[in-house]
């Protein structure tokens, strides 16, 4: 099977957009990677540059270990799967299926087999003497996996292969595909813009946002560590709780999370103490997704938030309260700014730590109205100071509940936080922690 390398690939159209800045990112051997993103984030612009129908601006595509930027479509050995289907409608589904092998120049009696094999298992076999038009949408992607299987690739790319498809189907579909092509084991690259398709089919998934890598990891890895503000606001459902928050050092006691009205406290023997101990003084985003929150008495002891209910949703196997605590919200855009201000290099975060710390001791800042005059030096965007990428609101804390339960809009909550499940990211948007995964 083909393993697949991309090493600082760049595609800038000829209009001067950067659809893919600088991506590099490996696809091991039999591995299913999905790719996953907005529309717009050049996921599927990825995915044409490896099967050969783009040429990279500049970087390099490896297939197998091999150079593959000028080698043409046909000789990549890949098969690829439409959002549309791209069938041939004056075709019946089995010449469909077959078109690939015959131009090829396999023979009649083993093309016949092998169609009938593929039909065979993704349970189209019946329908081999119809034409597309007389088939449903689920017939059709399955029509056109077949015509991609039947040629044995060495690596399938499915550009949003269920996105027309009604949810159910899609539920279907995806259970269907992942078992099928794990059972071939064949490597594959999946584009998709929806999270449940990205974390129930994935070996990892590659988050991307206007053009630029921000995460790879396992599904567990992505969700439950998101690298960054952005992966940590578009994985979820509901998404996570993103609240500003003003740290306070207490030193060898604790670390104050300041909230607004209320505060929550990060023991000094967590790992994660020193590093967001850093931050003393300034604000920072705290994330809390709804299982790290569970209702309790309002006088029960520890890490507990009060609010009131300020609207309700019902989802049939659970309901979603979600509170007023007084805290402000942090809403991340999924598009945001240039992709080019996501790969700032780190080497001037000390200068910019030393500029605030300035800043909050003599009280000065010449970086123009509302902006530290750190960032106005760095040229870059704080999350926590630019209404245009992330506008600030009353923040309304996910709380997941029972189906139906017995409380109302307006209703006073006592909600816990398991603090180990709490995420802190800086004003960039980057991850504060220790190590990684």
């Known amino acids: 099977m083909t393993t697949v390398a991309l090493k600082d690939v760049t595609k800038v159209f000829p209009d001067g957009t950067v659809a893919v800045d600088k991506v590099s990112l490996d696809v091991n051997d039999g591995e299913f990677m999905v790719l996953l993103g907005p529309s717009g984030c050049g996921k599927s612009t990825v995915l044409r540059m490896v ?197 306070y050092v207490h030193l060898d006691r604790y670390v104050t999370l300041n909230l607004g009205e209320q505060a929550l406290y990060l023991p000094w023997d967590d790992i994660r103490a020193r590093a967001v101990a850093h931050y003393h003084g300034e604000r920072i985003v705290v994330g809390m997704r709804a299982e790290a929150l569970t209702p309790v008495a309002p006088d029960t002891p520890g890490d507990v938030l009060q609010g009131r209910i300020r609207y309700l949703e019902h989802h049939g196997h659970e309901s979603l309260a979600f509170l007023d605590i007084g805290a402000t919200a942090i809403v991340v855009d999924e598009l945001g700014g240039p992709a080019t201000e996501e790969r700032t290099a780190g080497a001037g975060r000390g200068l910019r730590r030393l500029g605030q710390v300035m800043q909050r001791l003599t009280g000065r800042a010449t970086g123009g109205a509302g902006q530290p005059a750190a960032e106005a030096q760095s040229g870059r965007t704080s999350v926590l100071n630019d209404p245009g990428r992330h506008h600030r609101r009353p923040a309304e804390l996910a709380v997941r509940l029972a189906p139906y339960p017995a409380v109302t809009t307006g209703h006073p909550m006592a909600v816990s936080v398991r603090m180990d499940a709490v995420h802190f990211f800086d004003e960039r948007g980057d991850r504060i922690d220790v190590g990684w995964r």
Request: proline share 6%.
């Open 51 to 247: 099967a050969g129908l783009e040429d990279p601006t500049s970087g390099a595509v490896l297939l197998d270990g091999e150079l593959a930027n000028d080698l043409p479509p046909r000789e990549r050995g890949i098969a690829m799967v439409f959002q549309d289907f791209a069938l041939y409608p004056h075709m019946s589904v089995g010449s469909n299926i077959a078109f690939p092998l015959r131009l090829s120049g396999v023979e009649e009696g083993p093309r016949g087999e092998r169609v009938a094999d593929v039909a065979s298992a993704l349970g189209i076999g019946d329908v081999l003497g119809r034409k597309p038009s007389q088939l449903s949408g689920g017939q059709r992607q399955r029509v056109a996996m077949g015509r991609a299987i039947v040629r044995r690739p060495g690596l399938f790319l499915m550009d949003e292969p269920l996105s027309n498809l009604d949810s159910g189907l899609r539920a279907e579909l995806r259970a269907e595909i992942s078992g099928l092509v794990r059972e071939l084991g064949v490597s594959t690259v999946y584009v998709t813009h929806d999270q449940a398709e990205a974390l129930t089919m994935a070996d990892r998934v590659a988050i991307m946002r206007k053009g630029v890598l921000q995460d790879v990891g396992t599904p567990t890895q992505v969700y439950g560590r998101p690298a960054t503000l952005y992966v940590a606001a578009f994985l979820g459902s509901p998404r996570m709780n993103l609240l500003e928050a003003t740290v």
